[in-house]
């Protein structure tokens, strides 16, 4: 019953997603300049649900509807990585049937997805502290990890028991770990030693950083990798989150001068 009032939900509302004007914007999207690294923060299921008189569980099931549009989207337009929060350190303290729906859901997603993911050369990527998760989300990560290994695709970073403090707690504690070992000195630890030692390491730092449903917070993400990252930030819920809406934010992220501290081009004196 859940699936088929989430899908007649979805069905009302495609319509409009319809009406935007994909060609348009496509055509303004510079395929040599995409982002490299797109994060986003899948907020406001709740708010999606409960705008609609419906248990906060259908905002869940209906996010992993955008999440799917949103993978098939950054693999077509041949970014490198996606990173998408789907389940904070914090979000323990949610009452233990909604942690119970979520940790469900991303079972199902994976068995289902799998096949697909596995087409379109998605190589699955679980970033946190994974040890921590129920033994039937290792086990369906495990399969998805292992199935799509040699996938050269997008890497899609699952955000899963994360937390970017933790995340940046772990890499200290390898740190001086190696450091009292004698196989890293302190002399040589600069910011990309840093970077090495985080779950991101090796790829590059987002470019992007999506948050939908209107806030506007951090949220303990990726907080070492978004320094110089361009937030675009939108009112949409993420169940109503599509391909339009990131269209939109590349176009303008394509637009922004990026200058890493520096000065603008025509600035310059020297
Ligand atoms: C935040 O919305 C969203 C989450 C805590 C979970 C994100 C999960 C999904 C998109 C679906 C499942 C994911 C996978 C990978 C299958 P919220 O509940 O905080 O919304 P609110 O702020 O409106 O209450």
């Given at each position: 019953m859940y699936n088929r009032i989430a899908r007649l939900w979805r069905q009302k509302e495609s319509k409009d997603l319809d009406g935007a004007d994909l060609e348009k914007l496509l055509a303004k999207i510079d395929r040599n300049r995409v982002p490299r690294h797109i994060a986003i923060i899948m907020d406001g299921n709740g708010r999606w649900a409960n705008s609609r008189g419906l248990p906060r569980f259908f905002g869940h099931k209906a996010g992993v509807e955008s999440l799917r549009d949103i993978v098939r989207a950054c693999s077509e337009f041949k970014i490198q990585v996606l990173t998408v929060y789907a389940f904070s350190t914090e979000n323990w303290k949610r009452p233990q049937e909604e942690v119970n729906v979520l940790m469900d859901l991303l079972v199902e997603y994976l068995y289902k997805e799998i096949d697909e993911l596995c087409r379109e050369g998605v190589k699955l990527n679980p970033i946190g502290?994974?040890?921590?998760?129920?033994a039937g989300v290792i086990k369906a990560l495990q399969m998805a990890v292992e199935r799509s290994r040699t996938n050269e695709g997008l890497i899609l970073n699952?955000?899963?028991?994360?937390g970017g403090r933790t995340e940046i707690v772990e890499a200290v504690r390898n740190i001086a770990s190696n450091v009292k070992k004698g196989i890293?000195?302190?002399?040589?630890?600069d910011g990309n030693t840093i970077s090495g030692y985080l779950y991101t390491s090796g790829q590059p730092d987002p470019d992007l950083l999506i948050r939908p449903s209107g806030d506007f917070r951090i949220s303990n993400f990726l907080l070492w990798q978004l320094a110089y990252t361009e937030f675009w930030l939108t009112p949409v819920l993420w169940p109503d989150f599509r391909r339009v809406h990131l269209m939109r934010a590349i176009v303008d992220f394509q637009s922004r001068e990026r200058r890493f501290g520096g000065l603008k081009k025509n600035n310059r004196t020297t």
């Open positions: 502290k994974l040890d921590e998760l129920p699952l955000a899963l028991n994360y890293l000195s302190i002399d040589q630890i």
